[in-house]
């Protein structure tokens, strides 16, 4: 995967179904504990709900370490689960989305209720801007000051981003380069220089 899209920004949408009140609110998140954050901001900024629902991908969009849902109280297997599952398809990544219900009298029964939070989603990730994130990887190279200006070209070619860099005897720069060209830069850096340079790439991908 060379890549994902993340939500830009929060997006709140509502519906009514039989009554009951749905409001959608979906947050870009990174982690567990902004997720948490979220459904505690959800339950300030509407106080006294029936349920607050949650699903949530803090990391890339397939990746079972980094989801979780929760039907708070519905009946098993009717809010977060469909929820998460209208998440997944949208192939989005770093999301979490909590829908909020005000009870309005009339009960819904299990498909009612499966459709109702799914259709929750799937209205509130039309009203989603989204952008794209790029898996980069650490990379480290070492390179003689005459080499300077081809090396520094190429890594402009691949969107290498330089972390860090000393001057001293030689040039030593640390950098995050995209995942999905990482190899094919290692092996431009090193033809171009004609064997004098090497990179060093990383092994994890973010």
Same mark, same amino acid.
Not at 16 to 38: D, G, M
Not at 86 to 104: H, K, M, N, P, T
Not at 157 to 174: G, R, V
């Given at each position: 995967?060379?890549?994902?899209?993340?939500?830009?920004? $929060?997006?709140?949408?509502?519906?009514?179904?039989?009554?009951?009140?749905?409001?959608?609110?979906?947050?870009?998140?990174?982690?567990?504990?902004?997720?948490?954050?979220?459904?505690?901001?959800?339950?300030?900024?509407?106080?006294?709900?029936?349920?607050?629902?949650?699903?949530?991908?803090?990391?890339? $969009?397939?990746?079972?370490?980094?989801?979780?849902?929760?039907?708070?109280?519905? $009946?098993?297997?009717?809010?977060?689960?469909?929820?998460?599952?209208? &998440?997944?398809?949208?192939?989005?990544?770093?999301?979490?989305?909590?829908?909020?219900?005000?009870?309005?009298?009339? @009960? &819904?029964?299990?498909?009612?209720?499966?459709?109702?939070?799914?259709?929750?989603?799937?209205?509130? &990730?039309?009203?989603?801007?989204?952008?794209?994130?790029?898996?980069? @990887?650490?990379?480290?190279?070492?390179?003689?000051?005459?080499?300077?200006?081809?090396?520094?070209?190429?890594?402009? @070619?691949?969107?290498?981003?330089?972390?860090?860099?000393?001057? =001293?005897?030689?040039? @030593?720069?640390?950098?995050?380069?995209?995942?999905?060209?990482?190899?094919? &830069?290692?092996?431009?850096?090193?033809?171009? =220089?004609?064997?004098?340079?090497?990179?060093?790439?990383?092994?994890?991908?973010?």
């Amino acid at each position: 995967m060379s890549g994902y899209q993340v939500p830009s920004a $929060p997006a709140t949408h509502e519906i009514i179904i039989k009554n009951s009140r749905f409001i959608a609110s979906l947050w870009p998140v990174t982690s567990a504990a902004e997720h948490q954050h979220h459904l505690r901001y959800c339950q300030q900024q509407w106080p006294g709900a029936t349920h607050y629902c949650t699903a949530a991908i803090w990391g890339a $969009p397939h990746d079972s370490q980094t989801y979780a849902m929760s039907d708070d109280g519905e $009946p098993s297997g009717t809010a977060g689960r469909p929820m998460f599952h209208v &998440l997944q398809a949208s192939g989005l990544g770093e999301v979490s989305v909590i829908v909020v219900r005000y009870f309005g009298g009339i @009960k &819904l029964g299990t498909g009612g209720l499966q459709r109702a939070y799914s259709q929750a989603v799937s209205e509130v &990730l039309k009203c989603v801007t989204v952008t794209a994130k790029i898996l980069r @990887k650490t990379a480290y190279i070492n390179y003689d000051y005459a080499d300077q200006s081809v090396v520094t070209h190429t890594l402009q @070619k691949y969107d290498a981003i330089i972390e860090k860099q000393d001057f =001293t005897a030689a040039i @030593k720069a640390q950098l995050r380069v995209v995942a999905a060209t990482a190899a094919q &830069l290692q092996t431009d850096i090193k033809n171009i =220089t004609q064997g004098r340079v090497s990179m060093t790439i990383a092994s994890e991908a973010d």
